[in-house]
């Protein structure tokens, strides 16, 4: 909980910085340099164990430890750590969330959700407590707190009442809004806030809105139940007496900790860079208005170096006070220190990197110096290996090219993921009995399952729909294309019998949805979905809706009336290539015209599994590759909401082409685990399909080249077999 004693602390997770930019190396290069430098270093820097990680812009992840946590257990990634004040980002994005709802406001005063009390003004907004701009002065200071009697006085198992905390409290440092001074009282203060108004207990509220969302699997909050077996938290050093000698903390009562703590967290640096990354790198936990509230900053920080200024649970990292060489560089994220431990977590705004380091050693007078003595040497290694000293641009400075280049996907092992791998076995073992060719799933971008020729180019069949709604995107957002535009005004009409003034009525929008009112013939039209096209005239625009070739067809022509582009041409160039897919070729695009039934030709593409993965993994993550934005987020959210409805009892709609699944209804639960999202197939077999929630993506391929079996429901239950391999 005290942050004074974080400056040698934060030097060693700088050096980790470092590695994001400069030299385009590999990431298994990175890792081993990283790896090798950490356990070189670790024998003479006074320090018993450092576990670390690190998302690259690419969505790749690095972790990786050093040390022990005890004598005859080494410290692995999965062992937990008391992240201390870092908690006060879990606790702020709780507030910001009630505040989204309606369920509080920021700037209501504390009056209204607070009972009086001598030390705390009941005019001070929840904004302030949030910003330490409250004035209200920190209890740790106070000789009686556990931290100013030192470890040897701690009552392990005393529970701190909220009175006693505030019996604590001086004077106040300033009054509200006029300056800031870093203070755990305002979080104090603000967990009682938070918990009045989601009337439920703030740990349930973080596990319920924050951990299962966002797959912390290893983050504990709630310390009323046994730890499971399968979360082992490191053992914290102590130097308890000052002589050098350092003392295991562990093994005590927790009942102080949690009674006297904002919010009590123990977590692994794997899942903390997955929390930073979601909040500050892929903007998913937050809104637009929330994110930036949080990162106006006040400041400077009263007796606090390092922090440039403080948000609303984020504080702005002076990098230039440690590292004079990177000074300048963006930095923002928070610090912890507990007896026993110390912990950090931050963002590189313009590099798009995201990272977590934790120290099993924390508040005493010689962990500064110990953690100092690691940053020198880590860090100078790093700077040699990598060839920087300060001296190459950081790498949004850089050339673009590497981030284009055809980079394969990375994988991770089925249980890093979530999922048994003997389970997995077994749907491996069905999906080459009903003669699959390739199956992928991937999570939040990393490949947990690949079976089959990933590689081989099958056709798409009408996968092509959702790829030609990417491109509408893109140009949508450029101001290029108008969903309003009617077909009248396009000039869009077919072959006799030509379309009637009723059906030129039909909005691009319409189409979209495949909701025209236009039953024309059409090209790839099957002849299931001639069987079932409604009479011409039986329905206006944007009445109802009926799957219909017709639309998607014409959307092709339109989209190159009105942007002026190619739809292969321009995949190629906006999709295909930034995102680096590593088969997708020209030659494997062409028009398919039935000049008997329309002058709207389909437009056929031919592609891989892993290809269409990369499709699936820039709509889950919201249009973004590599900390650039493909596909207007914008249009990702509207593209894949309901639109029209297919199914009310199934649970599925249309957006703009893509099926849409609502959770919870009968398709989702018949194959997708209750989940929602969205998805398309091609001729019934084909699939991709995307669960944001569960940052899954699905792709199923099967040879439909010439003559083939229909496999029918298998693939269907095949899908339900993967999601039911969960762990």
């Given at each position: 909980m005290n942050l004074r004693k974080t400056g040698a602390i934060l030097e060693a997770v700088l050096l980790l910085a470092a590695i994001g930019y400069g030299r385009q190396e590999t990431r298994s290069s990175r890792g081993e340099i990283l790896q090798r430098a950490m356990d070189a270093y670790l024998k003479d820097s006074g320090l018993v164990g450092v576990s670390a990680a690190v998302i690259f812009p690419d969505g790749t992840m690095w972790k990786g430890a050093t040390g022990i946590s005890h004598p005859g257990v080494p410290l692995t990634t999965d062992m937990l750590f008391d992240i201390a004040s870092v908690a006060k980002q879990f606790q702020a994005v709780l507030a910001l969330k009630l505040a989204e709802e309606g369920a509080m406001a920021l700037d209501d005063p504390l009056e209204k959700w607070f009972p009086p009390y001598p030390q705390v003004d009941g005019k001070i907004t929840i904004r302030q407590l949030l910003s330490m701009t409250s004035g209200i002065d920190d209890f740790v200071a106070d000789p009686k707190s556990p931290w100013g009697a030192g470890y040897q006085n701690i009552e392990f198992e005393k529970i701190w009442t909220l009175d006693e905390i505030l019996g604590l409290v001086g004077e106040p440092n300033f009054n509200p809004g006029e300056a800031s001074s870093y203070s755990n009282t305002n979080y104090v203060v603000l967990k009682h806030v938070i918990e009045k108004a989601a009337r439920t207990k703030q740990t349930i509220l973080c596990e319920e809105r924050l951990l299962?969302?966002?797959?912390?699997?290893?983050?504990l909050v709630d310390f009323s139940k046994p730890v499971p077996a399968n979360r082992p938290i490191a053992h914290g050093w102590l130097d308890a007496r000052g002589d050098g000698n350092l003392v295991d903390v562990s093994g005590h009562s927790l009942n102080w900790a949690i009674s006297i703590a904002p919010m009590l967290v123990y977590s692994t640096p794997a899942d903390l860079v997955k929390w930073v990354d979601a909040l500050f790198h892929k903007k998913t936990v937050l809104s637009e208005e929330s994110l930036k509230a949080m990162l106006t900053f006040s400041g400077p920080v009263r007796g606090e170096p390092l922090m440039k200024g403080y948000g609303l649970g984020v504080a702005d990292i002076n990098v230039g006070?440690?590292?004079?060489?990177?000074?300048g560089l963006r930095c923002y994220g928070h610090l912890g220190n507990q007896i026993g431990y110390s912990t950090f977590a931050a963002y590189f705004p313009d590099h798009g990197l995201s990272l977590a380091m934790t120290f099993s050693r924390g508040c005493d007078q010689d962990a500064d110096r110990a953690a100092g003595a690691f940053a020198a040497g880590v860090f100078d290694a790093l700077f040699e290996d990598l060839g920087l000293g300060g001296s190459e641009p950081p790498r949004s400075a850089q050339a673009p090219a590497a981030e284009n280049a055809k980079v394969g996907l990375t994988s991770i092992a089925p249980e890093d993921a979530g999922w048994s791998s003997q389970k997995l076995g077994e749907a491996k073992a069905f999906a080459a009995k009903i003669n699959s060719a390739a199956v992928m799933v991937l999570y939040d971008g990393q490949i947990f399952v690949s079976w089959g020729n990933v590689e081989k180019k099958y056709r798409l069949h009408s996968i092509r729909k959702p790829l030609l709604s990417a491109l509408y995107g893109i140009y949508w957002g450029r101001g290029k294309v108008r969903l309003d535009a009617t077909l009248e005004e396009l000039g869009i009409d077919d072959i006799p019998p030509g379309l009637t003034k009723e059906e030129k009525q039909a909005k691009v929008s319409d189409l979209l949805q495949s909701c025209s009112g236009v039953y024309h013939e059409a090209a790839a039209e099957t002849r299931e979905m001639a069987g079932v096209r409604p009479a011409r005239g039986s329905h206006p625009p944007g009445a109802f809706y009926y799957y219909n070739n017709w639309d998607f067809n014409a959307l092709g022509t339109i989209f190159e009336k009105m942007t002026g582009a190619k739809i292969f041409e321009a995949f190629k160039k906006e999709i295909a290539d930034p995102i680096g897919m590593e088969d997708f070729s020209l030659d494997d695009c062409g028009y398919s015209y039935e000049e008997n039934k329309s002058r709207h030709p389909a437009y056929n593409f031919r592609m891989s599994a892993r290809d269409l993965a990369r499709l699936g993994v820039l709509y889950q993550k919201n249009?973004?590759?590599?900390?650039?934005?493909?596909?207007?987020?914008?249009?990702?959210?509207?593209?894949?909401?309901?639109?029209?409805t297919v199914s009310e009892e199934r649970g599925v709609g249309y957006g703009y082409m893509w099926n849409v699944i609502k959770p919870g209804m009968t398709f989702s639960n018949m194959i997708f685990d209750g989940h929602g999202g969205f998805f398309h197939t091609g001729v019934g077999i084909h699939a991709l399909a995307v669960l944001p929630d569960a940052k899954l993506v699905y792709v199923y391929r099967y040879d439909t080249d010439g003559e083939f079996q229909d496999p029918g429901d298998a693939t269907i239950q095949l899908a339900a077999m993967i999601m039911k391999a969960r762990l």
């Open positions: 299962k969302p966002y797959r912390l699997d290893h983050t006070a440690l590292l004079p060489k990177w000074e249009g973004s590759w590599n900390g650039k934005q493909i596909i207007p987020r914008d249009w990702i959210e509207i593209s894949t909401a309901a639109q029209a």
